[in-house]
């Protein structure tokens, strides 16, 4: 089918852009098909340079417009975008990526602000809102099919233009919601009414399942930081699997100074350790379950030495998270079958950063639990714990908080050397971890004491079964009807209990 060369009226194509990637060329196909353009300010500056005539606003509606960019939104323009016959027939308006300006920490608010379009959206909103009448472009990629569209059969079929009107309603709440998010996000209370903007950061090669398609996406508007601001050193892309593990990782050995190395699987901790040597600690942690941590993720807080990085080489680990790598450990590691390696800043905590999760129909929305203790531990039993017995407790605390409830932990020292997380009931859990510390061999740390942690308080039951495994301190939140019992069983032991007053459930 041609175009039809009698029309009623030429029609008009409204030109608002940011992104000017291929609207020259875009523009002149638009004038080869009998459009007249209208063009905005640096738009129409480029068209000017390319020699692609067209007319300014001012031109079009018969009016001179104020020099404020708010001019844009004159009533007459709008009109000619919504009017039931409009006067303009196709709008191509895109936006500064603002998500670029308020991810840089150089620039100020006011700076930040003033990259902000007050007219582009509305005119691009007016043009979805109309899209029985106007075809609404928001993205250059979408140029060469609208004009192959109307090159072949001179219109556009209601599904492909409605198709284009939502995703021009997207565009336009995500630039809004990065907008907000930049502002906002310090309430006291949930708010009625909670829009998130995420860019796809990247395409992954499938999620939990290889039947299950899946992609990484950033918050709009945010600082890079965290899994965001991961970067790639060495290996294939990172998977599904590796980012939620990498999650837990990371928050575990960035909640200690000394150098510390977190092994997780499946989303749950299966080694752990700290001291004064990164190599050891690594060590250590691979050790306390070593089938657990075959083909795990690491995480350590530190820059990853050779020796380190000599270890690494030995086990196998599917991925490694630092702040750096050596010269020397990169050389080492790069001989390393199907690992990657990745650079992670220190991790930063928001105070009020939502933890959101899918369900059916909807979202749960919860404060993400950042906070391992909210004041002072209180020992409830007669006997103290030692130093090397507290020492013990922090580190089992920590990595009992990244398992899942109900979660046990067995630490000989500071080393991890027995898990038993996702339990239905509390007391499988805490069997779980012994038994899997008595598969330990002692020598992973010899004279260091045997400590147990607990993401929910424990009762008489388990302080009693904790005892017969030869653990001399227990750590929990506490604050339960059982608190007294648990007390009396730990002082009839000779064991140190220490409550926290703060649960870490994490289903």
Avoid at 49 to 57: E, L, N, S
Avoid at 106 to 121: F, K, M, N, R
Avoid at 138 to 163: E, G
Avoid at 352 to 372: K, N
Wanted: charged share 20%.
């Amino acid at each position: 089918m041609t175009p039809r060369k009698d029309r009623e009226r030429v029609r008009t194509a409204l030109l608002h852009v940011a992104d000017r990637t291929g609207v020259v060329e875009f523009a002149k196909a638009l004038i080869g098909l009998g459009f007249e353009l209208v063009a905005t300010g640096p738009t129409s500056t480029a068209l000017r340079h390319a020699q692609a005539p067209h007319k300014t606003i001012s031109e079009f509606i018969g009016e001179r417009l104020p020099a404020d960019a708010l001019g844009l939104l004159h009533p007459k323009l709008i009109a000619a975008v919504t009017d039931e016959k409009p006067r303009v027939d196709l709008v191509a308006v895109n936006l500064y990526p603002l998500s670029s300006a308020t991810a840089d920490p150089a620039l100020s608010q006011d700076e930040v602000l003033a990259y902000v379009d007050p007219v582009g959206p509305a005119l691009l909103r007016a043009a979805a809102r109309n899209f029985k009448q106007v075809i609404a472009l928001c993205d250059p990629d979408d140029y060469q099919q609208a004009v192959d569209t109307l090159k072949a059969y001179d219109r556009m079929l209601p599904d492909r233009r409605q198709t284009l009107a939502a995703k021009a309603f997207h565009y336009c709440a995500y630039y809004d919601s990065t907008v907000a998010q930049y502002l906002g996000g310090q309430w006291e209370e949930f708010p009625d009414e909670v829009v998130i903007a995420l860019k796809k950061s990247a395409d992954l090669r499938y999620g939990e399942n290889p039947h299950q398609s899946g992609a990484f996406y950033t918050l709009s508007g945010a600082r890079p930081w965290g899994l965001n601001a991961a970067k790639l050193h060495l290996g294939r892309p990172l998977v599904y699997g590796h980012y939620l593990d990498l999650e837990t990782a990371w928050e575990l050995v960035n909640a200690f100074h000394e150098p510390a190395c977190a092994i997780v699987k499946h989303g749950v901790p299966a080694g752990f350790a700290c001291g004064e040597d990164l190599a050891k600690a690594a060590r250590r942690a691979y050790a306390g379950d070593p089938r657990g941590c075959f083909r795990g993720t690491a995480a350590v807080n530190v820059e990853v030495s050779a020796a380190a990085a000599a270890f690494f080489a030995e086990e196998f680990v599917s991925c490694i998270a630092a702040p750096e790598f050596s010269p020397k450990a990169l050389q080492l590691l790069k001989t390393k079958k199907d690992i990657r390696l990745v650079t992670l800043p220190s991790k930063l905590i928001s105070a009020h950063e939502l933890d959101l999760r899918a369900v059916a129909g909807g979202m749960l929305v919860q404060e993400r639990d950042q906070l391992p203790f909210l004041g002072d531990l209180k020992t409830v039993s007669r006997r103290q714990p030692t130093d090397r017995e507290m020492r013990g407790l922090i580190a089992a605390w920590h990595t009992a908080m990244h398992a899942r409830t109900h979660a046990a932990v067995i630490a000989r020292g500071t080393a991890v050397i027995g898990v038993g997380s996702g339990q239905t009931s509390r007391l499988d859990a805490t069997r779980l971890a012994l038994v899997k510390s008595q598969e330990r061999h002692p020598i992973l740390a010899v004279g260091e004491p045997l400590v147990l942690a607990s993401d929910g308080a424990l009762t008489a039951e388990h302080i009693l079964a904790a005892a017969e495994g030869g653990v001399s301190a227990v750590i929990h939140p506490g604050g339960a009807a059982e608190d007294k019992d648990a007390a009396q069983a730990a002082d009839g032991r000779g064991i140190a209990l220490v409550a926290t007053g703060v649960r870490h459930f994490k289903h």
